[in-house]
């Protein structure tokens, strides 16, 4: 079914440019990959599994066909489907591509709706489409905007399109990126299926106690290279697993100073959020909702997916219509009194899914982190010398300072998604906004990050709200925590059995 002999692939200092600039798919850069052997009989599945930068995704990408300048032969005899980061872009930016919004007046084009994903214009039939959507039990997604939807709802509606498509074989890259606790038991309970029924799963991540049991073969990467292959659980019971496995990071003596920091009068509440409800196409995400997030404490925000919490987040952070004509304060002043957007954002510090999708701009990395200063995405000012001189050492503190220059499209995703974290601290921030701040980041560097926002909430004036699905995301500075759950009625359902009440909040103090 799969075979590799003598796969060798090198990234090239003119590569990148000979690629289309349209294209969201691109190798990391300076990216090499040599493989010897590497064979699966029909039937069978395998993990993949490696850091950040290991050659994972661009073995993934030399398999689907989106890279060809490789040495070596790779045979993939099955018909196969795909599901990654970077065809969530290519799905998302087609859209961008066909935005009719100046045209329509007084309106917002939405884009393909999840059902229009899954279909994606190929002939099917309705009781395959049926059985799908039952088995990720996805049917309250049908309808919605693709774009707005959570990530881990995106990720359930491509995998629902990949199924469509009946492969024999699965190519997933990182599937359980985003999804919540409930849905990541459901995901490896699906692919332990698709594995029975003989589907061969292709599975790319890094090791955790999610992924399905029923794929027994490993091989585990690192600088583009197989060093350890064979039975699942041989390996992890191996010596040379726990060596690779262990945590090497160490903190910094001290935080780099941020002389733009802003300090706030000190009883001044920092959000205040007051009976606020919101919906979308008149179906309701929570209600009233009262919170006050004062000075001094550093939040977990938690509930599944498309409980709103990325909403809230977005209202509070001047990234969400949503918030107009709401109860909300931010730091002392009622939103709408006629701040301006760039007022409420210079107090913030953002990482997330969303971003992360929108930072789509052609710069190096140093500017994408001095781009955190002025709330932009790609430098349009010119930095100081000392913001030039803080933004460095970020770079040191997260192991980046050898990429300065790199361009960040030329970076793997999780390499990325650090250099995203230094430019939401680099200010320090008075909050510090992290929605799902360690999706793509393997297990040391999520450790390592884990640790220094922690670190940070010990050291700076800078408060946190912390979302992650991620058992193993845990911060000793949470202080309190808000919860969204499923607001319960036996007499109002939706057809489909959904409770249409949508979700309320629940406060505790940790």
Known sequence: MLSIEKLHFQLSSKSPNSLPNTSPVKPPNKSSLSIEQL??????SLLVLGDNASGKSVLAQILAGEITNYQG??????????????LEAQTLAQDRLNDRSDYMEGAVDN??????IIIDDNPFLQKDLEEIVALLAIEKLLEKPFKILST??????????????KPQVMLLDEPYAGLDIGSQAHLSSVLNSLVAQGVSIILFDFYHQSLPSSIENLIYMQKGKIILSGKRKEIIASEQWQQLNESHYSLPHHLPDCLTYDSLEKNKTLVSVNNVSVSFDQKPI?????????????????????????????????????????????????????ESIWDIKRHYGLVSAQLHRDYRVSTTLIKVVLS??????????????????IARQWLVLLGLEQHENTYFNQLSYGEQ??????????KLPMILILDEPCQGLDNHNREKVLALMDYIAANSKTHLLFVSHDLRDQ????????????????????????????????????
């Open 39 to 44: 064979s699966l009989e029909k039937g069978e």
């Open 73 to 86: 032969s790779v045979t993939l005899t099955e018909k196969f489907t795909t599901l990654s980061f970077e």
């Open 111 to 116: 884009g393909r709706t999840a059902r229009e």
């Open 152 to 165: 881990g709802e995106t990720r359930k509606i491509l995998m629902a399109r990949a199924l469509m498509l």
């Open 286 to 338: 929570f209600n009233a909702l009262n919170w006050q997030f004062e000075q001094g404490q550093h939040w977990r925000i938690i509930g599944p997916n498309g409980c709103g919490k990325s909403t809230l987040l977005a209202m509070i952070s001047g990234d969400s219509p949503k918030a107009y004509g709401k109860d909300i304060h931010l730091f002392g002043v009622k939103r709408g009194s006629g």
């Open 372 to 389: 955190g200063f002025y709330d932009s995405i790609g430098l349009y000012d010119s930095p100081s010398r000392q913001q030039v001189i």
């Open 417 to 426: 998604r650090l250099v995203l974290i230094a430019r939401a601290v680099v």
């Open 475 to 510: 911060l000793k500075c949470i202080t309190h925590e808000l919860e969204f759950v499923r607001q319960s009625s036996d007499k109002i359902l939706a057809s489909d059995g959904e409770n249409i009440l949508g979700y309320i909040a629940k406060t505790t103090k940790k």
